[in-house]
């Protein structure tokens, strides 16, 4: 912390650094006899009536009156990296979208709206509260990408966005990201105050492809068969059952895109789909039989797919992972995967679709 030259702690920071990167010591259990300093490192999101607003880097957001401050002072606005490629988050944001291309889209400034709907079967919800919805497939096909400016001001911006979700039967959401340079802490606290909910919270890990590509046992990767297309074995596997036509075009959507089988009895026993774009390569859907894990499987089918992105000219890879997802993230550290940046979606206000996808 920052700490003048008498040897006394400092408070360097005012409302005009709103927006940057901070670092705070407060005190806490004021007046109880038994004060106790609690540190907070995080990007200023607000500074009024006596409160401060700290947004960390996973996305949650920390409440630190003004009368608790011991110091303060500006940081660089993200750590250096020690391991794995460098990558901004724009990039990867940029990238990673066009592994999960939309149905339609359409630009509001600079940022993205993106859609990829189908109507919900009566057969799957006979309710007629339900029956002929609408709903996306995953989140991040159906979603905000506010990359920049959108060339209005927010709370019109927000509105041209309801609207145009509400023309498609959806729920609006904004994708944000926040925990490095170039993130939108800012906006996440916008939408918040304007009562946005964020619904789902997970992380964007990178590494170096080469490792994953030499990760498994030789005679393991020689299970895995690759394909250009998902086939009905493949979506045998798939969490998501129930894949429409939609789902299909966005399954296969990317520049260059695969999918790994390890062939079972009567289902795959795992699967995994790549896209390889450029240097990069990501990974995702990376599924294995419950009474089949533990046994190297999804090592083999990251692997296989690794080792075909490699002989593209890929040299990076990344993938998405829940915050919950205890064991996925155990196997990607474990292959020289670090969390990069934390992602969000949030809903509209008063919306009550919450739950009509089954992944991020």
């Given amino acids: 912390m920052e700490i003048s030259a008498a040897g006394r702690y400092e408070v360097r920071i005012t409302a005009a650094d709103v927006g940057k990167r901070v670092s ?36 949650e957001t920390v409440r630190i009156p003004e009368s608790t401050l011991v110091a303060g002072k500006v940081v660089p606005s993200a750590p250096a990296r020690r391991r794995g490629p ?35 079967p009566r057969e799957a919800h006979p309710c007629e509260a339900v029956a002929g919805r609408r709903a996306g497939f995953t989140r ?13 001001p927010l709370d019109e911006a927000l509105a041209v966005v309801r609207r145009w979700y509400g023309e498609r039967g959806l729920p609006a959401y904004v994708q944000t990201a926040t925990g490095a340079e170039g ?66 075009r966005v399954l296969s959507s990317g520049p260059s895109v695969w999918f790994a089988t390890v062939p079972g009895q009567e289902a795959p026993a795992a699967i995994g789909r790549c896209v390889v774009d450029g240097r990069w390569a990501g990974f995702a859907a990376v599924e ?12 083999a089918v990251m692997a296989a797919l690794a080792r075909q992105a490699l002989d ?11 915050a919950d997802n205890g ?24 919306s009550a679709a919450s739950g009509r996808y089954g992944s991020p």
């Fill in 183 to 248: 993130t939108q802490e800012l906006l996440c606290a916008e939408l918040e105050r304007r009562g946005w909910v964020r619904e789902v919270t997970a992380e964007m890990w990178i590494g170096a492809l080469a490792p994953v590509a030499d990760r498994a046992d030789p005679s393991a990767v020689s299970q895995v068969v690759l394909s250009r297309e998902a086939d009905e074995a493949w979506l045998a596997r798939y969490q998501r059952k129930g894949v429409s036509d939609v789902a299909l």
């Fill in 288 to 299: 294995v039989d419950p009474a089949l894990r533990r046994r190297g499987l999804a090592t």
């Fill in 86 to 120: 460098a990558a901004s988050y724009e990039e990867l944001a940029r990238v990673a979208s066009r592994a999960w291309r939309p149905v339609e889209s359409e630009r509001l400034g600079d940022w993205e709206m993106r859609a990829a709907v189908q109507k919900v």
């Fill in 24 to 59: 705070v010591r407060r005190l806490s259990e004021a007046g109880t006899g038994n004060e106790k300093f609690t540190d907070t490192v995080g990007v200023l999101t607000s500074w009024d009536d006596g409160v401060l607003l700290i947004t960390r880097k996973g996305g």
């Fill in 312 to 322: 593209e000219g890929a040299s990076a890879a990344w993938l998405q992972v829940e």
């Fill in 327 to 350: 064991g996925a993230r155990e196997l990607y550290a474990g292959m020289g995967f670090t969390a990069h940046h934390a992602y969000h979606h949030y809903r509209e206000p008063d």
């Fill in 140 to 152: 991040r096909a159906n979603s905000v990408l506010p990359l920049g400016d959108p060339h209005l």
